[in-house]
């Protein structure tokens, strides 16, 4: 076949190769067209010439023949001779014998053995017009060679025969026809040439431009441009071309900066194929942070499961089994692999299955995070963690042993500090009842200050109790109506209200709330006694009690018309054993406010005073619910 | 005030001289005329000493007023030994001690003390005190022999 053969060459060498076989073909045929014409031409330019011979030889024959001498006719045939081209004449009688002849040895004899030399085409040719009957020129083309025969009738009884061939005249006329064939056919050569020349300019050499970029952009040189300019089409396909080298330069590019991106971060990313074995389709070079190259994974010379920690696999294998049955498709972990160094890695993985199009899981890919140095931290503020409960657990018991010791403390306080104040006021009464007619009043006037300092200290030790008992004791919420609470306290205090014909306001209107009875019972207790206290003096004295509830806080007010005292004591009227003034003039034992403050304090609030020396005082008190 | 029903007497179990001076002076000081009899045990050895008297005939005390704090057996253990003894668990014991906290509040009562009582520091208040013991466990209460 032509066909393969045709795309096995390349057009620019096809095609001047088919334009020199067309200007060939065209010269042959250019050559074969004027051969044509040639003969044609040398055919008709001899009949009108063996025609005008003919006419001169018959009339100058007839002239001749009727003087009947016979030598003398047979001259004339003979002198036919000098018409170039003309080969045989052959006067024949009637009886076919020759009477006239080129050659002398054919006279007299018959035509048939007269022309027995001659080859047998002139033969055959001669025989034929002989036999022809016409009165007039008959010429017609010899049947056998390239040659005109001619006959005439020369008077009734004698016919002449004359052959005249063609060849001489033929090439003489190619001889000279040959020049102008030839440059016919240096004139089609050139325009072959000219063509091919063009063509190469216009189609081949951008077409070999186009080739090569094309077959270098295959090859990934993507910065390669065709550089074809103009709008037919090959320079539409290089533009075309050259933009699509652009973008997939630049998209390479981008490709090669991801590339590095994921080589140069902590990250290695890999795929599986999910077939027997999971051979590794793609890894990239981070891998080598473990010391193994892309390609030993790649080849499965390094295999990656063998890499996975004895103690990860089966969970790692049980986890992928499951999200290849139920998924999801993607999921996390964690697990370690060993580093060509023996030692572990610990990985954060990043799996997620790539399906086809049929939903088949083809493809497993995973991105994996180095957090060993993490796990490591980790475990170490686990072990810290560790050690820190236990250190808590022995501060604790430490603290407890305190505390213990503290209530032991207070239990001793309580017990034997006691216990003498007991004897003290005892004897002091035994002697003021037993003995009072022999003291004098001095002398009774002692033992009443040694019982008033009893009882002073007595109520001075069942304050730090208290204080030391609120420190222990957890807030023990339940439902309290504000309300009766603050009658109880009010009744408590009802001898000394009325002994001072202090007035009461109290608005409280608050429903029953979850707060430590207790608490707010001895909060309540000591504001109210301190109002009284404080205000002993005014006339009358004034105290109000208000409580209101907003946005989960219990606001509770107590305010007097009392001595009040100067903010900037604010901070100490609350400290332990603080007092702003005299025993003599305000008895007590300044833990009272210290006693409140710790009150609400356990139970999550706080307490603060508003007051102006002579203006009285406002103490509120702020805790959640 | 008059006596009735008494048939036995108080046993005061108490470690502190004053504390036992003052008692026995508290109890007697509205009934000089027919003072009840007071047994002493100074320590919780002491107490427990009387034990083996009651069983070998001793007359066993109307009420039992029992310091905790004591040398050697607290006060609880006595309280503890009695009321799970077989024959005289009945025998009716008060706590009377200075501590007023709720812990031994709570497991003297649940040793099964029958009353406690904190000690009063103002000695008139002590005298009140020996009165209502003495109506009540000597004279009210009628416990089981």
Known sequence: MIWPALTVLPGRILAPLLLAGFALLGSALNYAIQMQEFRHQVASDQRRRLTEILNFEQSRLEVQSGLASRFHVSRLVASMGLHSAITNALLVDANGHVVGAMLRARLHRPLTDAIASEPPAVRAGLLAIASGQGKGIEIVQSPGDFALLGRVAIRPDMTLIVRSDLGIPLALRTAAGNQEIRRETALILLFAAALAILLHVLWFGRSARLTAAVAAIGEGRFDTRSGLTGRDELGQIGQALDRMAADLQARHANLEQLSTLINRSPVVAIEWRKEPGLPVTYVSDSVRRWGYTPEELLSGAVRYRDLIHPEDCARLRAALVSHLVEGPDDYRGEHRVRHVSGQWIWLDSRTWLIRDASGRVTHIRSVLLDITSLKETEEALLRLNATLEARVVERTAQLEAANRELESFSYAVSHDLKAPLRGIDGYSQILLEDYRDRLDDEGRQFLANIRRGVAQMHELIEDLLAYAHIERQAPQPEPVSLQQLVDEVLDSYAHEIAALGAKIDVDVRTPELPVDRNGLALVLRNLVGNALKFSRNAAPPRIGISSREEAGTMLLRVRDNGIGFDMKYHDRIFGIFQRLHRAEDYPGTGVGLALVRKAIERMGGTVRAESEPGKGATFLVEFPL | MTTEAVSGPILLVEDNNVDLDLAMRAFARRDRSSPIAIEVARDGEEALAFL??????????????????????????????????????????????????????????????????????????????AEQIKLYWCTLNHSQR
């Open chain 2, 52 to 129: 083996p008297r009651w069983e070998s005939g001793h007359p066993t005390p109307v009420v039992i007023l029992l310091d905790n704090k004591l040398p050697r057996v607290s006060g609880l253990e006595v309280l503890q030994t009695l009321k799970t003894h077989e024959r005289f668990r009945r025998i009716p014991v008060v706590m009377l001690t200075s501590s007023a906290e709720d812990e031994d509040v709570r497991t003297a009562y649940d040793a099964g003390v029958n009353s406690y009582i904190v000690k009063p520091i103002d000695f008139g208040k002590f005298i009140a005190v």
